[in-house]
Structure formats: structure tokens, C-alpha cells
């Protein structure tokens, strides 16, 4: 029983494509989040979604979208993929979006942009 | 700004004895604080936190420590074991924000 999963793992693609990253959880939390964590492990929040809405939307690319269908998935798109955009994904749940509540991360989506 | 640092970013020590990790975060009215190990290719996952209503919280052989005066929280680990090797990411909370911010990391290894 996966608490937070996330599709693909491994992700390879050339700059300039358009690829999608799936994220789903089934711990019935109203929150969730993408981070971003680049070659030096440094973990930054790229955006948060509550039950649907749209909470925090750091300062990224705006070749990056999410889309959240319902409170139990977040979807994240990224357009025209640059070198830099290379790192690991981390999608992340929390049961009400509150600072004070604890975050589940999901395995993570290693993306290679070449 | 938004801003927690975290020392050391490398830590070796040997089995058996201590290791200890620092954070210090900038919004004093941060309330929560959370640590997160990564073993190599996994998953950041929660492994002990503590908030501002306490000094001290301790789990078998981990402990944290947290002074809001200075705006100071550590991560203590005792008899350190090959499988604690990870890296350590302390953060706290931005209520304001409704987010946490992370910590740069700290990569610890245990020589046998």
C-alpha cells in the first residue's frame, strides 16, 4: 500500500519536448506538493495545491504547470525542457496544508533532460 | 527572508559514537521543526520533529533539541550504526507561508 506514489520514476527526454509527471495519493490528505531537488540535494517547494486550489506557486519557470483533477492527485507538466530543468521531483502530501503538518514524500521522478 | 542553514553539510564518525547536526532558521515564529533522512536514491522521510511548546524530544537514539531564544534546533543521534548513514535535511515551518523550508542537508557516513 503506497502512500504516495508517483509515475514515471525515470524520466529521459531531449530539450525542448513537453513531458508529464504524475503524482496520486491515497492517505485522504488535502494537500499536496511538488519539490524540486537538483544535483546538490538542496529541497525547494515548487508549488502547493489544497483540495484542488492552488496555495503556493514559488518562483518557477512558468514552462512548469500542475494540475490538480482532485485533492488526490497532482499532475505537474513541464514545456520546452531545458539542461537545467534535470533533477528529482518529489511530490508530497499533508493532511490539511497547514506549516505545522507533516509532509509524505512520494519515491520521487528522476528526470535527465540531454 | 524565508531561511534555514544547516551545519555541518558533511559529518563522518565512527560506529558506535555520536553525531550531531545544527539548524538555525530566521522567522521567529516558526513553530514547527521537522527532520528528514534520504538514504541514497530514496525518499525524504520523517524521522523525528519537535514543536515550540517543547526544548526536548527524544526517540530510542535520536533526540532534537530546540532553543527559540536563539533560534537554534539540533539533531542528536547516539551509537551511530552503519544504517544511519543518509543525508539529514532539519526544516521549519512558515506559517505565514503555509510551508516549510528546508535545510541545505547533511550527508553522514559511519565508518565501521
Known amino acids: 500500500d503506497t502512500a504516495v506514489s508517483q509515475t514515471p520514476k525515470y524520466l529521459v527526454t531531449q530539450m525542448g519536448n513537453d513531458k508529464s509527471i504524475k503524482c496520486e495519493q491515497n492517505l485522504g490528505h488535502d494537500t499536496m506538493y511538488w519539490y524540486k531537488q537538483d544535483s546538490k540535494k538542496f529541497l525547494k517547494i515548487m508549488f502547493s495545491y489544497n483540495n484542488k486550489e492552488l496555495i503556493i506557486n514559488e518562483t518557477v519557470p512558468n514552462r512548469f504547470s500542475p494540475k490538480s483533477p482532485d485533492k488526490a492527485h497532482l499532475n505537474l507538466h513541464i514545456n520546452s525542457l531545458e539542461l537545467g530543468d534535470s533533477a528529482v521531483y518529489f511530490c508530497a502530501s499533508s493532511p490539511s496544508g497547514s506549516s505545522t503538518d507533516t509532509q509524505y514524500f512520494g519515491p520521487g521522478t528522476r528526470l535527465t533532460v540531454l | 527572508g524565508e531561511n534555514v542553514e544547516q551545519h555541518p553539510s558533511t559529518l563522518s564518525v565512527q560506529e558506535g559514537d555520536s553525531a550531531v547536526i545544527k539548524c538555525t532558521y530566521s522567522?521567529?515564529?516558526?513553530?514547527?521543526f521537522p527532520w528528514y533522512k534520504q538514504e541514497l536514491g530514496k525518499r525524504p522521510q520523517l524521522i523525528i520533529d519537535?514543536?515550540?511548546?517543547?526544548g526536548e524530544k527524544k526517540d530510542q537514539r535520536i533526540a532534537v533539541t530546540l532553543n527559540k531564544t536563539a533560534k537554534h534546533f539540533s539533531l542528536h543521534i547516539t551509537e551511530t550504526q552503519p544504517e544511519d548513514s543518509a543525508v539529514y535535511f532539519c526544516?521549519?515551518?512558515?506559517?505565514?507561508?503555509?510551508?516549510?523550508?528546508f535545510g541545505s542537508g547533511t550527508r553522514l557516513s559511519i565508518r565501521p
Open positions: 526544516a521549519a515551518s512558515y506559517s505565514s507561508a503555509s510551508k516549510i523550508i
Open positions: 522567522d521567529s515564529a516558526s513553530n514547527y
Open positions: 519537535i514543536r515550540s511548546n517543547v
